[in-house]
């Protein structure tokens, strides 16, 4: 069997990983845009700026290790299509690589802005390795930071920017920070905790423009508002990447590359995971796109087994983490349809989890500093055992009180 694997991420490793594992005796080679092999991304907003790591630390598998797998690396090369009634993918470099199975592990992009300035030099987002190297460079310097965007990876760096002396400024354009993603509650917990570390967050904040000659040096929001920066730091969002497989005429939806519960596309013998995956979760009954290196690792696993043989489906629970000031955030499940938030312990302590009940089971958990709540709502979730507020809140250690639930 010939395989190609395209991408540069989680997904793409776990593919070599996998594929040592099951002793995939076949050719195999893996493309990517980057000139490193596959690395970690997360560490690129926290530990990888703030400089405690360096980018020998990033990769998640050494080259040795792709050739144990009997995987070829072609670094620094772009696809630029994919034919497949011939079933070869065509390279920048000119060659042209055939397949028996593909495997798309593409990711995405940091979405843009579009305002006026947004081309200014002193504008950055964070997607690569390419992106912080060019943003630490400037990162040391600068004095006043502005942060567009109130997701993890803008408040991953506001955290680091504040442990570095500088004077920080957060942008929401909506009414809350995180809040595509956790309840209010949660988004008042990271609100004062930022607030108390020095951070300004201001809401309904819809950037109109960014101001400067050379480069930026002011951020204007809709409402007239204007903040000096020295360096401005972009975090809206991210953008799947879909041309190649859109030009290859497979089922592509603007949310990302629909694929089955075996992780493949409308086309049988191509497949795509991770953050480019469009997808329906049988737990949880929707199709969405999971941004996480856990769904990346796990969808990457099924496509291999699949593509070997074995008759399997994805269906693992999903779960995130973020670090903030030394705290870790972990979070299991999706919140999204929740009716009853439970939280248990006392936020402003900085010791606190967060339950999302809906019609009487759990479905998420946010848990700061909580690994017992944590590992064991995963669980819980699981289960879709019924719980009460008046269990969640019981004062034993959670552990025996899962337990109990669990039977």
Known sequence: MKLVIIGGGHAAAQVATSLRQHKFDGDATLVTDEPVVPYQRPPL???????????????????QAYEGANISLKLGVHANSIDRDTKTVSLACGSTLPYDK????????????????????????????ADTDAMRGEFDHAKRIVIIGGGYIGLEIAAVARKAGKAVTVLEATDRILGRVVAPEVSDFYTQLHAEEGVEIHTDKLVTSIEGTDRASAVRSADGDRYEADMVVVGIGLVPNTDLAASAHLDVLPQGIQVNAHCQTSDPDIYAVGDVAWFRHSFYGRE????????????????VEHMLGNDVSYD???WFWSDQYGLKLQIAGLSQGY???????????????FFYLKDSKMIAADCIGRIAEFMNAKKLIASEVPVTEAQLLDERPFKEIAADLLG
């Open 45 to 63: 907003s926290k530990m990888y700026l703030s400089g405690d790591i360096g980018a020998e630390r990033l990769p998640i598998l050494r080259e």
């Open 102 to 129: 593909l495997i798309l592990a593409t990711g995405g992009h940091a979405r843009r802005l579009t305002c006026k300035g947004a081309d200014l030099a002193g504008i950055h987002y964070v997607r690569t390795m």
């Open 288 to 303: 969405m796109r999971i941004e996480s290196v856990q769904n990346a690792v796990d969808q990457a696993k099924v496509a």
């Open 316 to 318: 693992a629970l999903p």
């Open 339 to 353: 009716d009853t938030l439970v939280t248990r312990g006392n936020p402003a302590e900085r010791s606190v989890a």
